[in-house]
Each structure stands twice: as C-alpha cells, then as structure tokens.
C-alpha cells in the first residue's frame, strides 16, 4: 500500500532581549552557573513577574511575518508540573487566549512554492539547565525565564525534506528579523517534530509520534526519515500503531521510546494570577509593522523580477539579508544592461571566496567598485576569465586594483591571431590524436586542444579566439 | 461531581503529597463538601458576563529591556538544602 506522510513541527525560539522574560537578570549565555538569577526567576514567594516590553515586541513582528492574527485579548497562563529545572513547578505559558493563530509560511521546496499554516504562535519562559552526575543532578537557573517563542506549525508537511526546507526557510525570516540567534547548538531553536502515516487519499490522521531530542536541522531530517521507513513496516505488516513520544539517537541513528509515567501529563493550567491581561491594539502592532523589514520571500521574487535572476541565483543571495543587500547594491552601480554578468560573479566566484576565507559576501574586504571593473575587462575580452579569477583572489588578498594587478600579472589576454598561431601550431603537433578525434567530429577534442592553448599561454589566450583558429587551421 | 479514592490519589500525587490510606477517605468526603459548596455558583445566570482572568482591571502591564542586577551565586544558593559548587544539587532525575 502506498502511505502517506504527514508532520507538524513545534520550533521554540529564544528571543534575543537583554533581559529574561519577566524580571531584569542578563540573558547573557555561558555565564558562571547560577549568576543571572533573582527572586522572580528563582520562584521565590512574594516575587511579582512583570513581562518585558521588548518580548513582545519581537513576539508581535514574528506573528506579524508568520502572517498570523493577533488576538486582540492575549493573557499568560500557569503549566503545573514537577521538575528541578523548573524553579516555581510551573511555567508561565499561555493556553487558551494564544498571542497569535492561523498564520502561514511561504516555503519553496522542491522546486515549487508552498503554503504552510501555523496554528498557533505563543510567548513561554525556558526552563533551566541540568547536568547528570553519577548520584545527583546539578541545577543551574541561568536559562531560566528567558523568554520563548513557541511555534506550532499545521501537520502540513508531507516529506522529510519539506521539514527541512520549512525550518531553513523559517531560520532564514527569524534572521531577517533580528529577534533570535537560532543557534541550534546554543539552544535558541529548538524543534520537536509530530508524524504519522495514513494510506494515500484515507482523510483521517494516522497514529502519531512525537519526536524529540533532534539538535540539528539534519537531525530532524534523518530522525523523520527513520521514522517514516519504521512506521510503514508497522503498518504494512498489520501491527497497532503506539502514540508514544520518542528521542532521536544521532549516535545509532534511530529513533528510541521515551518511557513516562502514565497518566502524568496533567498541566492542570489556569490564568497567572501574577500577571495582567493584554489588549494587543493598533497603537502597539504599527509600530512593530514599520519596522518589518522585507522578508526572504518576497525579497527573492522581487530580485528575480527587477535584475532578470533565476530562482536558483536569487534563492542562494537571499539566504542571508546582509549578502542580498550587498548584491543588490552590486547589481545596481554595475552599468551593464544584464545584470546577470554581476550576478554569476557574486554567486559563483566571490561566493567561494568568502566560504574559503569562512566569510560572507558583505563582509570582504572589497570595493564594489573595482569587482566592477574587473568584470569590464572580461566583458571587452582584455583578460580571460581564468585570469579574472586569479585576479579576484590577488584583489581579496591584496587589496590591490584589478588594473594594478592584470599589469603586475601581465595578463592581458592574448586574441592577436599571429601571437596564438605558434602556440596552436605547437599543441596540435603535440597532440595528434586529439586532432584525429576532433577530425573525426568529437567536438570535447577540441575544448581538449583549446585547454592546451590556454595552459601554454598561462591562461592569457582568449579562448574564444583559439577555438575559431583551431577550427579554420584542421579544417 | 463524585470525588472516589482514585481521583484523591491523582491529585495528591500531582501535588506531591504524600497521603495514608486512613486519610483518603476523610479528604473524599472534605473534597466532596468543598466542590459542592464552589457548585452553588453554577446556579447564577452568568449568560451575559464576560469571562475574567485577572480581578483587576489593568491591562499590558511591561517592563523595559533594561538588565538589573542579579544575586551572587553564594547568595542565590543561601536556602539551597544541597549544593555543589555553584549549582543546585538534586537527587538524580533522568526522563
């Protein structure tokens, strides 16, 4: 039977603001254990939490970017359970009267757009840490009451590789926005993931199980495909489906139950009495709404529209905003009609340049300006593009011009005829089988004995040239 | 609402309390009394009033994102019953 795969994604998100949730301690990271704590986040009586403005915020421009509506009435509500990383036995959350709901998220997987819902997009507190030690485990409050954004997704998402290109391009808005590190490896985004299978065209959902414990977008990735292969043998081979919740082993790569208590999930949750109500109106959505920047999306189908880019060229530059906006300038004072010839630079080239020196486009050392000019003189064939690139490389390590350095290189190219006509004379000689091959019609022996030309003349020759000499002198 | 032995147990065991077999039958009954006496406001016609989560009528109450000064671990740790170094110390819990 063909099966069908649906999951949901749960992503929390800490929130980048100075100061916890609901009191002032730093939300400073690796600091000593136990320094970035106070009464109110430690839980001790007769403290008062009192939400941070800033919080809310960045909560309100997130589900302004999800396209989520804001409750006019939002309030925090009290999620009762046991655990020492919990300081108070409760974590403030919010339950019925979320701060958001009924959003969506515009993702290109696989080629093609799709729409994503988001059920609901909520404000919560982090708990604490914990360190197992071979007798006792070891408490320490500094993550506590920072504040969280919790982000539920619809079980919209049919494949593995849908989850990932959902979390990448959900990474990518967040980053645009400024509100978070989402740093996996630091904790600031984490997901849980919900899946199950049901025949292919059957409407009813299937046995879920929650994942967890993933600490990487691969993580997700790999824990759903493993569990998409396991779910269907249970299935095909007739077995009851369990609802259970299970961890991810990145070690073994499988996915193992989590045993808990039965019957031990009861958050039994009502109003924080401690905090007020909120009336979430115009006068505090606008001002967040003016300061939303343009998002991955749209910022990919206006470049693609406005400089004629392909998905795939406008897809790579705005996966980060700074390197966007860097391209953009770029494509904007480069005075060429296609501004393609830019593009292909900055994708292909510079791109690699700055992965090499582990960079980003925007923060090279280089002037706009003589990136410009050097694509001028490949564009009025004086140097080679092989020689171009050298020539970008000495500019990136040098900080010289690209005119100081194609005189300094010699590296005008070469498209005097009578000047190539000895080097094509020598390399046909030398290589009588390829002129065979391309007598014989192998059009790649000429792109071969073209290559030759260009390795004698250390890269100066305009290749171009070469090939059409080559061609008038075997023909 | 009939409170039975179980539900007694379930919320004690929620509430981390520890309660001797003598004890549940008298919290049954207390426990009966009680949600029987909070029942009586279901016979009010609460048909045109708004629910309300909070007694007071204020609303978007903030702080600024300003840091204030946090306690030293040594004075966080003071009550801790148990420690080591600059940590909590608890029995092992692994879920």
Redesign the interface.
């Known amino acids: 039977m063909i099966y069908e795969t649906v999951i949901g994604l749960e992503v929390h998100l800490q929130l980048n ?3 916890k949730a609901f ?4 939300t400073d990271f690796g600091k ?8 109110v986040c ?1 839980g001790f009586p007769g403290s008062l939490p ?7 915020n960045s909560a309100i421009k997130l589900a302004l970017a999800f396209n989520c509506r804001i409750q006019e009435h939002t ?1 925090f509500d009290r999620k ?1 359970y ?3 990383d919990l300081p108070k036995n409760y974590q403030i959350s919010q339950y019925d ?1 979320p701060l958001s709901r009924n959003g969506y998220l515009d993702i290109f997987t696989n080629g093609s757009p799709k729409r994503i819902g988001i059920t609901r997009i909520h404000l919560e507190e982090d708990a604490g840490k ?12 500094n993550r506590t009451g920072i504040p969280l954004m919790e982000i539920v997704s619809e079980p919209d998402l049919s494949h593995p590789q849908e989850a990932f290109d959902y979390l990448t391009n959900l990474k990518n808005i967040i980053e645009y926005l400024d509100i978070s590190d989402c740093d996996m490896e630091k904790g600031s985004l984490r997901c849980d993931a919900n899946i199950s299978l049901r025949p292919a065209g059957v409407k009813e959902l299937g046995v879920k199980t929650e994942l967890k414990n993933m600490n990487s977008f691969k993580g997700v990735k790999d824990a759903l495909t493993f569990e998409v292969e396991r779910q269907t043998k249970i299935l095909e081979a007739k077995e009851t489906m369990v609802q259970e919740t299970r961890l991810w082993d990145v070690e073994q790569g499988i996915t193992v139950t ?1 045993r ?1 208590k039965e ?1 031990a999930k ?1 958050y ?1 949750y009502f ?1 924080d ?1 401690d ?5 979430i109106g115009k006068e ?1 959505i606008e001002p967040v709404k003016a300061t939303l920047p343009e998002l991955p999306y749209d910022k990919m189908q206006r470049l693609m529209k406005t400089y004629a880019l392909t998905e795939y060229d406008a897809k790579i530059l705005v996966a980060s905003k700074k390197d966007a906006e860097f391209a953009e300038v770029c494509m904007q004072e480069y005075p060429g009609k296609d501004k393609k010839e830019i593009a292909n630079w900055l994708i292909g080239p510079l791109m690699a340049e700055a992965n090499l020196r582990k960079e980003q486009l925007h923060t090279l050392k280089l002037d706009r300006k003589e990136l410009i000019n050097l694509i001028g003189f490949v564009q009025r064939q004086e140097i080679s593009h092989l020689s171009a690139k050298t020539v970008l490389t000495q500019m990136l390590d040098t900080g010289k011009s690209a005119q100081a350095l194609i005189k300094e290189g010699n590296l005008e190219q070469i498209s005097n005829t009578d000047a190539l006509a000895q080097v094509i004379e020598t390399v046909i000689n030398e290589n009588a089988k390829s002129v065979g091959d391309f007598k014989a019609g192998k059009v790649n022996a000429l792109m071969y004995l073209v290559g030759q030309v260009m390795k004698k003349s250390s890269g100066k020759a305009n290749p171009k040239v070469v090939g059409d000499l080559i061609k008038q002198r075997l023909s | 609402m009939a409170i039975d032995k179980e539900t007694i147990k ?1 919320v004690a065991h ?1 509430a ?1 309390i520890d309660l001797q077999p003598n004890e549940l039958d008298k919290l049954s009954a207390n426990l009966q009394d009680i949600l029987g006496f909070i029942d009586k406001l279901s016979s009010l016609d609460v048909e045109k009033v708004s629910p309300t ?4 009528p ?11 000064t ?4 040594e004075k ?2 003071e009550n801790a019953p ?1 420690k ?12």
């Open positions: 603001t100075k100061t009191c002032g301690c730093s000593p254990p136990n320094s970035n704590v106070c009464p430690l009192v939400y941070n403005r800033q919080a809310l309030k009762n046991f655990y020492p009267l914990l360190i197992h030690e071979d007798a006792v485990s070891l408490v320490d409050f989590m808990t019957g009861d039994r109003p009495p905090l007020t109500v909120f009336v505090l | 379930h929620l981390r989560s909070h007694i007071l204020i609303s978007n109450v903030l702080r600024e994102d300003e840091p204030r946090s306690l030293t671990p966080a740790l148990s080591k170094g600059s940590f909590f110390s608890v029995p092992k819990v692994i879920e």
